[in-house]
């Protein structure tokens, strides 16, 4: 399969974080900051520094936006987002649902999207206008149209409200559908429904950096997605995602 340099480079970035990742899934872990909210890891930072790394070798005048932090200049045109660890408290807890997400957003327009999940070596990659893959197999969001056939990830936050918000939506989809879930990772969850494993994602808190690969993966593979960007930052979202066919918004009331 041929790939453009900048995918060439996300999609080894993103496999060499994993594997790091994964090499120390089993270690003892060292907290560099803890909440009853979350947790972030050493890891974290050794994790973005090896993509940001990988990415600046390869193309030194572009930016590298991440959880963890900014490198890069921010006046440029290229700027790529990083969450090199989604699901840290799973991957603390030795939970093995988490992953390694890369974007790249070019003139304010997220144009490449990688996602990699190294426990069970699935890498979900896209570009923009071109065919979703995932382990470089064509894929699509499912077909399912029925609430009730459908598995519905509900994520939410402890902050801002997000946790009332998301124990509402909670209630009020779990009767209409065949399963929810919270697994942990807003970017699987994304992967999930652009490879048609779930089939809707909702949550009213979430920073780019955990979904803007994952939202380019789910319209390229057919889905919608509806993002609603926050007043107060605007690299944070409400979001509804979905496979295009269910009822979800609906289904929501709101």
Not at 66 to 75: I, W
Not at 151 to 178: L, M, N, Y
Not at 215 to 222: I, Q, Y
Request: net charge negative; charged share 25%.
């Amino acid at each position: 399969m041929n790939h453009s340099p900048e995918m060439t480079v996300a999609i080894r970035a993103a496999k060499s974080a994993g594997a790091f990742l994964k090499k120390h899934f089993y270690d003892r872990k060292k907290v560099d900051e803890a909440s009853q909210n979350d947790i972030k890891l050493e890891l974290d930072k050794l994790s973005q520094k090896l993509i940001t790394e990988e990415i600046l070798s390869a193309f030194p005048t572009h930016a590298v936006l991440g959880e963890e932090g900014y490198t890069g200049d921010r006046n440029g045109e290229n700027e790529w987002i990083v969450d090199p660890i989604d699901g840290t408290v799973n991957y603390f807890y030795t939970i093995p649902w988490f992953c390694v997400s890369i974007a790249l957003r070019r003139g304010g327009e997220v144009v490449l999207g990688v996602i990699y999940d190294p426990m069970m070596d699935e890498c979900w990659h896209v570009e923009k206008g071109g065919v979703p893959y995932m382990n470089g197999v064509p894929m699509h969001c499912s077909l399912r149209k029925r609430m009730a056939e459908a598995v519905v990830f509900v994520g939410h936050g402890k902050t801002d409200g997000s946790k009332e918000k998301g124990i509402e939506r909670f209630a009020k989809i779990a009767w209409q559908v065949r399963k929810v879930r919270n697994n942990g990772s807003a970017a699987l969850a994304l992967a999930y429904i652009a490879c048609g494993r779930f089939d809707a994602y909702v949550e009213s808190v979430i920073s780019i950096w955990d979904i803007a690969a994952g939202v380019l993966l789910v319209k390229a593979a057919g889905g919608k997605v509806i993002l609603e960007p926050k007043k107060d930052n605007p690299e944070q979202f409400a979001i509804v995602a979905w496979n295009g066919c269910i009822p979800i918004v609906e289904a929501l009331g709101e």
